[in-house]
């Protein structure tokens, strides 16, 4: 399965949730921010690429929905709500990001 964890740059959050999900019970997961800025950008081609995604706040929600919804179409995309306070590999964010995923995916501890 392959997961897309989704913030605003791609420094903190979703790099974090990258690193210790990656390889994970074989899934194959990639990270990307929604802002100008973000060290990897969203594209067409990272939601194509995704089975399941997976975002840290509400308007991720809305500018993933506001420039891919027909790629967006059917696929699950999950809110994670997981406010922008963490450095990268934080260990809160890591428990955090363990927890809230575990719901969603099997294997996660």
Same mark, same amino acid.
């Given at each position: 399965? +392959? %997961? !897309?964890?989704?913030?605003?740059? &791609? ?13 994970? &019970?074989?899934?194959?997961? $990639?990270?990307?921010? /929604? ?22 706040? +509400? +308007?991720? /929600?809305? $500018? %993933? &929905? ?5 790629? %967006? &179409?059917?696929?699950? !995309? ?14 809160? !964010?890591?428990? /955090? %990001?363990?927890? $809230? ?9």
């Amino acid at each position: 399965m +392959k %997961l !897309l964890f989704i913030c605003s740059r &791609n420094k903190w959050r979703s790099l974090t949730a990258e690193k210790i999900f990656d390889g994970y &019970n074989g899934y194959e997961v $990639r990270s990307a921010g /929604t802002e100008e800025g973000a060290r990897i950008k969203v594209t067409e081609g990272h939601i194509g690429w995704s089975d399941m995604i997976f975002v840290m706040e +509400k +308007k991720h /929600t809305r $500018r %993933l &929905n506001e420039k891919f919804a027909r790629q %967006l &179409n059917g696929k699950p !995309l999950i809110c994670l709500d997981i406010p922008d306070e963490y450095r990268f590999m934080d260990e809160e !964010l890591i428990e /955090t %990001l363990k927890s $809230r995923v575990s719901g969603y995916i099997e294997g996660i501890e």
